[in-house]
């Protein structure tokens, strides 16, 4: 069974640091490409960032909002994923999720796959 | 960025009654080398992380009601539910997963009338 699980949202002050996790099984995971996905309450969803797998060098892209704060980062041997996240303000707070696509023959990404999401609360 | 535009953003519908969303895309999500439409469809209940319904545009997860189906190529796409159940309201939402950034739609808004 494919089952991405997120921990590490929490609640944090303005300024401080969190990092978030994505443990991915049943999946291929190495040639994965994961991204993090938030939704803010009541608000649609918004695209934090991807990851590549050791291919594409692990390439990372970033949203405009979040560039220069935040960073993902991966560690195949376990499978998960990170989302650093420095710096975070008021408008960070947000259920994150992680979304994975893997990588199909010829090269191409196959359908998403979502976690369930965390939490993450800024507020003083 | 690929822009998704659905409609309508809010759309109620009697117990029974067929249910149809529209999401169009700015440009194409059909990948030629594979001959697949980059689109998923997604239900969101409150307080829940949005389900998977439907991927390249028309396969159905495993799982979801056959009443739930997808339909489109290129850049214009269709949500359909044949007969609107009581526990099918929610936020449905579609998103192109063919570049990045991952993109979707605003969402409607699926009420009973």
């Known amino acids: 069974e494919v089952q991405l699980v997120e921990s590490g949202g929490g609640l944090v002050q303005p300024g401080e640091s969190l990092k978030l996790s994505c443990a991915a099984s049943?999946?291929?995971?190495?040639?994965?490409?994961i991204h993090w996905v938030r939704q803010a309450s009541g608000k649609g969803l918004e695209w934090v960032g991807r990851i590549r797998g050791k291919a594409d060098n692990y390439g990372t892209l970033y949203a405009a909002s979040v560039k220069g704060t935040f960073t993902i980062s991966r560690d195949d041997s376990k499978e998960t994923t990170y989302l650093q996240m420095n710096s975070l303000k008021t408008d960070d707070a947000a259920v994150y999720y992680c979304v994975l696509q893997q990588q199909l023959d010829g090269g191409a990404y196959g359908e998403p796959y979502w976690g369930q999401g965390t939490l993450v609360t800024v507020s003083s | 960025d690929i822009v998704m535009t659905q409609s309508p953003e809010s759309l109620a519908v009697s117990l029974g009654e067929r249910a149809t969303i529209s999401c169009k895309s700015s440009r194409s999500v059909l990948y030629r080398s594979n001959n697949k439409n980059y689109l998923a469809w997604y239900q969101q209940k409150p307080g829940q992380a949005p389900r998977l319904l439907i991927y390249w545009a028309s396969t159905r997860e495993s799982g979801v009601p056959d009443r739930f189906s997808g339909s489109g190529s290129g850049t214009d796409f269709t949500l359909t539910i044949s007969s609107l159940q009581a526990e099918d309201v929610a936020v449905y939402f579609c998103q192109q997963y063919y570049g990045t950034p991952l993109t979707s739609g605003q969402g409607t808004n699926l009420e009973i009338k």
């Open positions: 049943g999946f291929s995971f190495s040639g994965s490409v």
